[in-house]
């Protein structure tokens, strides 16, 4: 039997190591980057055409290579980094494996023109699939200039994978951000299909932290600053009032380098206890610079990961250095009895010749024999039309109440069959309901077998869930046009999550046109939430998608409609009149599924009177 095995050509290997280090346009974007920082250079111009697909350009202004190190570089483990094994834990630059320009190269069609800075001629050189095409001296810039054209050209499978552009985008925008942080003192711009997205000029941290993410977040930072014999700590969190549901504004980096880690991120959100409302996350941009010997950075291809020696004691300290910032900035509420507005301030008494006297005013047309009902309506309660709705109580309420009887596979629609059947027949007989709310959150009916509580804020999520859906479907949300129309700045993340879901958000009722960079016009929202902020809106409607879509993996209207209904939803603590608890009433029950709430709860639940008289009776 002849041997079997054998070593892998070069080309498969490298292909084989690009699954890896190459996972999508925005890896190699981050690689790229990074060797040009690693280079030294201070300007830094990033081109992409198609979301990285087409063209990923990096043009800086660094020290250059010659034409054997140009060669030399789409090498697998060639670098200049380091030379020895020692040498890895004393590693200050951002790169060091010599993996990534091999990979680049296995995977797309690469050009490649550099020059030194004591060089007159520069060096050019094609490869396609790790095969070098042509090498030649050529005129070129100081510098160097990488375009990768065609990623995954060559593996079908690889990029049928990759996700819509706008996906792809918010990833290299991601990677962008992650860097520019890291590096303030570096211009950087950022084209995509000839259009600016940033242009970051060399700055201070803090001024690059409102250039990213915009000029309302100069208000929203606290500095930190902290240093020990084991680490030194500097950077900025974000005030708690501006925490969001969502993660993605938070960014730990070691030595200059972006790093994800659970236990860090721990001891900042510990530090936020009793600050922070339930599921929301602070920003926060920290930099820990301690002694490479004492970390290990070659865990993973991506360096994302790092390994500490004292990982307890840079937990404590960075909890504690953000606690003693929010403190020191008077983020945690306290008494100052030195503040002007003292007791003793506030009852000086006023002089006499400065007493004004009341003016009473009243209604001279005021009959008090007169039982005239308000006129008070919530704009949510509204059908689907925009109208108000009085209707009686609908004829076919036994077969509403049956809803439940159709799919039966899970626990939960199990659970509504057996709450709903008891009473279908008594309510169907009904003819004079009375509502009551409990504590502003619930709603109370009496049956014939006991009652009935349904969560007010879980009814109506349900109700505007369904309707959104159907409107998503046929596109029949109808806009309420503003007077005034309201413009609004996103980052540039959200912006392009916007641009995706435009067509969409049109469908609820939603009339955007987009204003220049970031900017988008809000002329109309949804003619049932009329009388909510569009700013709040719209961006809360961002922030739960972007939520639902990191926990949930929702199909794209299905996270629309819930998010959207989330926010649009009553709360509870609303004090609701008894039209608008019948009219709620009636709405959820012509649901589809009125006893299952967004969060997989129940929104009914019935209590039999054998149940209240068990109580009372033992």
């Keep these: 039997m002849s041997d079997i095995i054998q070593l892998l050509p070069d080309s498969v290997a490298n292909q084989i190591a690009a699954g890896e280090v190459v996972q999508r346009p925005a890896s190699a974007v981050k690689e790229l980057i990074e060797n040009a920082i690693d280079a030294g250079a201070d300007k830094i111009q990033l081109i992409v055409k198609d979301a990285g697909k087409s063209l990923i350009q990096v043009i800086d202004n660094g020290c250059g290579m010659s034409g054997t190190d140009a060669r030399m570089s789409f090498e697998r483990h060639a670098t200049s980094k380091i030379k020895k094994a020692e040498d890895l834990f004393a590693i200050r630059t951002m790169g060091f494996r010599g993996e990534a320009m091999a990979s680049i190269a296995a995977i797309a069609q690469v050009e490649l023109k550099t020059r030194r800075h004591e060089d007159e001629l520069g060096t050019q050189i094609f490869i396609e699939a790790s095969e070098v095409l042509k ?104 005030k708690p009032e501006f925490a969001k549901r969502t993660r993605g504004e938070q960014f730990f980096f070691v030595n200059s380098r972006f790093i994800k880690d659970p236990y860090l991120n721990h001891a900042v959100l510990t530090a936020f206890e009793e600050l922070l409302p339930d599921d929301t996350y602070p920003l926060y941009v920290l930099f820990i610079d301690i002694d490479p010997s004492k970390i290990d950075i070659n865990v993973h291809p991506t360096k994302t990961e790092i390994k500490y020696q004292d990982e307890k004691a840079i937990y404590a300290i960075i909890r504690s250095a953000v606690k003693r910032s929010l403190g020191r900035y008077n983020i945690t509420p306290s008494l100052d009895f030195d503040q002007e507005n003292s007791i003793e301030h506030l009852i000086t008494p006023t002089p006499f010749d400065q007493i004004v006297a009341p003016v009473i005013q009243f209604n001279p047309d005021f009959n008090p024999f007169t039982d005239k009902k308000t006129d008070r309506e919530i704009p949510f309660l509204r059908d689907s039309g925009g109208g108000s709705r009085s209707n009686p109580i609908p004829k076919n309420w036994d077969t509403l109440y049956e809803i439940s009887k159709r799919d039966t596979t899970t626990q939960q629609e199990i659970h509504v069959e057996e709450t709903l059947a008891v009473n279908e027949q008594e309510i169907a007989k009904s003819t004079d309901r009375q509502f009551f709310q409990i504590h502003n959150r619930f709603i109370m009916s009496q049956i014939k077998s006991g009652f009935m509580l349904i969560s007010q804020q879980a009814a109506h999520e349900r109700i505007l869930y369904e309707r959104f859906l159907q409107q998503l479907q046929n596109h029949s949300g109808v806009s309420q046009q503003s007077l005034f129309p309201q413009s609004l700045t996103l980052n540039s993340a959200d912006f392009e999550l916007l641009r995706e879901l435009m067509p969409d958000i049109r469908a609820l009722g939603f009339d955007l046109r987009e204003f220049g960079k970031n900017t988008v016009v809000v002329e109309g929202i949804p003619a049932d939430l009329n009388n909510v902020g569009e700013h709040e809106l719209l961006e809360r409607l961002l922030e739960g998608f972007k939520n639902n879509l990191a926990i949930l993996k929702l199909d794209k209207r299905d996270n629309l409609a819930r998010s959207l209904a989330r926010n649009a939803a009553i709360k509870a603590g609303t004090k609701l009149s008894s039209e608008e608890m019948n009219l709620l009433t009636d709405q959820l029950f012509a649901c589809q599924m009125p006893n299952l709430a967004l969060n997989g709860k129940p929104v009914i639940s019935t209590f039999t009177l054998n149940e209240l008289l068990e109580r009372f009776e033992k």
């Excluded at 070129?140 to 050209?153: C, Q």
């Excluded at 990759?162 to 303030?184: G, T, W, Y």
């Design 135 to 238: 090498q030649e001296a050529c005129a070129a810039n100081a510098g160097t200039s990488i375009s990768v054209k065609n990623l995954f050209y060559n593996i079908p499978a690889r990029r049928n994978f990759l996700k819509s552009n706008p996906v792809e985008m918010r990833h290299i925008i991601d990677e962008f951000q992650r860097v520019s942080l890291a590096h303030p003192e570096v211009f950087f711009t950022l084209h995509h299909d000839g259009q600016e997205v940033y242009h970051l000029p060399s700055t201070t941290l803090k001024q690059r932290v409102i250039h990213l993410f915009g000029n309302n977040y100069n208000q929203r930072l606290v500095p930190v600053e902290e240093d020990t014999t084991i680490i030194n700590l500097r950077g900025f969190v974000g």
